[in-house]
Nanobody
Framework: QVQLVESGGGLVQAGGSLRLSCAAS????????MGWFRQAPGKEREFVAA????????YYTDSVKGRFTISRDNAKNTMYLQMNNLKPEDTAVYYC?????????????????WGQGTQVTVSS
């Protein structure tokens, strides 16, 4: 059974940092693009960041550029999202996802597997 499990969320003050992890099991995603998404209350799920299969290409939504860094460790079948200088508007449930493709550009389409999400709350 394929599973993606997010961890690392929590409550942090504005300006603080968190590191999210997405651990995959059931199959290897070392040849697949992966991404992070978020959904705030009352809003649609939105794209945050994506990384191609070998980490050579990364994509970010404009609001997180310069603050968030996506990375992956294929040996551990794990993806990360380092979030710095967090803002209250970053508050959301964060989801990771894996694609059937080696590279997926910015956006919410092209992903086949999704995690259950981890809550990130940034207080002002």
């Amino acid at each position: 059974q394929v599973q993606l499990v997010e961890s690392g969320g929590g409550l942090v003050q504005a300006g603080g940092s968190l590191r999210l992890s997405c651990a995959a099991s059931g199959r290897s995603f070392s040849r697949n693009a992966m991404g992070w998404f978020r959904q705030a209350p009352g809003k649609e799920r939105e794209f945050v960041a994506a990384i191609n299969w070998n980490g050579g290409s990364t994509y970010y939504t404009d609001s997180v550029k310069g603050r968030f860094t996506i990375s992956r460790d294929n040996a551990k079948n794990t993806m990360y999202l380092q979030m710095n200088n967090l803002k209250p508007e970053d508050t959301a449930v964060y989801y990771c996802a894996a694609s059937g493709l080696r590279n997926v550009g910015p956006g919410t389409t092209g992903y086949d597997y999704w995690g259950q999400g981890t809550q990130v709350t940034v207080s002002s």
